[in-house]
Each structure stands twice: as C-alpha cells, then as structure tokens.
C-alpha cells in the first residue's frame, strides 16, 4: 500500500528528510514550504507552496488530499505553522512527527546574553554607536530601525528590500553553511562587536557562533519561542525511524 506523507518544510533538514524518504518505495511525498523565499533550492519530491489558512486550513488540505501522517520539519521559531499542525494533526487524526534541533548550549570562552526577542536583542545594544552583526531574515530587521545609531552587517537569504532606513548599512546575501574561518575574517574585517542571532541548532549556521568564541565576541541570543510541544525527534534519521514506526501503527491497526 502506498504511504502518503506530507512534509511541513522550509529547511535544510525537511529537504535532506524528503531526500532520504524519496530513496524509498512506497511513499506519496508533498514538501509544503510557505513562499517566502525568492530563490528556493530545488527539492527532492513535488512542492506546493503558500499557507493553508490556519490549523482547520491545513487539517482540511490532510483530509482531502488522503494523507497518512504529518511531518512538521519547519524552523524552530517559525511558531504558527508549528502549532497549527499539532491542532491540524488532530482533527485530522493522523499522526504527527515533528523534527526539532536541540538548541546550542554555551560552551566555555562564550559570551551569550540571552533576549527574548528581536525589540529586545536592540535594546541591548545599547545608546552608544557599535558594530553589529545580524544574522537573521529580513522580515526580523525592522525594529533596528529604532536604533540608528549603530553599524550594522547584515547578512539573510534574500535581498533586504527596501533596506533600512538606518544611515549605516551593509548587507550580505549568502545561503549556510559557513566556515568558521570565513566568519573569523567577515568578523575581523567589520570589527563586529555583536552578533545578534537565532539559536537555530545544527551545524549550518553554528560557524559563527564558533567565530565569536574564539574572538571574544559578545551574541545576542534570541530565545527561541515558546511552543507546548508534544514529543520531537532531534534529527533526520531519529525522523526516519518515527515516521517508519508511526506508518507500521497504521498497518497494524489495519488503516
Ligand atoms: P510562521 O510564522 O510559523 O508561519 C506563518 C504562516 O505561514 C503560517 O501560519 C502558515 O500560514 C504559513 N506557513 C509557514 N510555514 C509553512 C509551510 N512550511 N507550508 C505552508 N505554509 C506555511 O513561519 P515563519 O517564521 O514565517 O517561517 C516561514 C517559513 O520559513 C517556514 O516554512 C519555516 O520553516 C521557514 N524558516 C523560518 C525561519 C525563521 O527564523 N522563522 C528560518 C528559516 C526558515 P497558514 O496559517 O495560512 O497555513
């Protein structure tokens, strides 16, 4: 019996997973990705794209479209989809398996200040004019507007556009991973003295967490959101091993 499996995506790991799930037989794959960026990687199995219209949005499409589990492998602060799916999984009565990356945990030689979010990660800065680097996507730039008296690096998957309003600006746009050498010199070069930054997990983007160690570099950690999560798993081949498990319940069951 062919399997049906939709995967809730945005990541490397949701395209490293459906890879991995496409080299075997028996599966129907769909890897949901919200639009936002401009310039997509292709991916291993058929994609749809755009939202669904809140937990009964995407509990409908799961009904309609037969599917026989959920994968939720979105980023870890992306919070409404993640939620919606734990809602749209149980109205639609299949089961969910979520892939969530263990936080980073500080090292010895880190200097990490933790803030709640982006308007916090600001103030923290400070009134005095710094160097900071932000490592984060356009769409979490806005509140720096508030404090122009900085120098920012800029760094995000696509162009920031419109840029900010701020005098002092200079924008990247480049994809992880990144080697901890390059970011040693990007952080030298633009004598950065913060970094502000998500705490993602993995080893994508964990080079210049490792670069700011090793220079005494202060980061600005946001926190990730909160989310009543019910079980995850910490990586693909645990998400392999729960989604194999989740669909041999089903046979069992005679579903
Ligand atoms: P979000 O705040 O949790 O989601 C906002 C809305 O976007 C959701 O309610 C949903 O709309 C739609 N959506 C999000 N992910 C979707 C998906 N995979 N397929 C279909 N619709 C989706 O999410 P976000 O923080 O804006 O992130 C958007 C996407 O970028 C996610 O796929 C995430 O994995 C990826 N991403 C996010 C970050 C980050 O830092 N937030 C970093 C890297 C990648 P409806 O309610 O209409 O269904």
């Known amino acids: 019996m062919t399997r049906s499996i939709l995967i809730l995506g945005g990541t490397a790991d949701a395209r490293l997973l459906a890879g991995k799930l496409a080299d075997e037989s028996g599966y129907r794959m769909l890897l949901s990705m919200a639009g936002r960026t401009r310039d997509p990687v292709p991916q291993p199995v058929p994609m749809r794209t755009g939202g669904f ?16 589990i959920l994968v939720d492998v979105t980023h870890p602060y992306a ?3 993640s939620a919606n799916a734990m809602r749209a999984a149980a109205i639609a009565n ?3 398996v979520t892939l969530e990356r263990p936080a980073w945990k500080t090292q010895a030689g880190d200097d990490w200040q933790s803030v709640a979010d982006v308007e916090s990660a600001v103030k923290a800065l400070g009134t005095e004019c710094k160097n900071a680097f932000l490592a984060l996507g356009r769409q979490e730039l806005l509140p720096f507007e508030a404090a122009p ?3 920012y690096l800029i760094r995000s998957v696509d162009p920031v556009e419109p840029p900010l309003t701020v005098p002092s600006a200079h924008y990247i746009t480049a994809r992880g991973p990144f080697a901890v050498e ?3 010199n990007l952080l030298r070069e633009n004598r950065i003295e913060f970094i502000v930054s998500k705490n993602s997990g993995g080893t994508a983007a964990y080079a210049k967490i490792e670069a700011a160690r090793q220079l005494g570099i202060t980061v600005l950690m946001i926190e990730r959101p909160p989310l009543a999560r019910t079980a995850t ?3 693909i081949d645990a998400a392999l091993s729960a989604i194999r498990h989740q669909l041999s319940l089903l046979e069992e069951r005679g579903e």
Request: aromatic share 6%.
């Open 53 to 68: 219209g809140g937990a009964s949005g995407l509990a409908a499409f799961i009904t309609e479209h037969a599917f026989d």
């Open 79 to 81: 919070a409404s989809i």
């Open 94 to 96: 299949v089961p969910l």
């Open 149 to 151: 008296q900085h120098n």
């Open 182 to 184: 390059d970011e040693i």
């Open 233 to 235: 798993v910490p990586d």
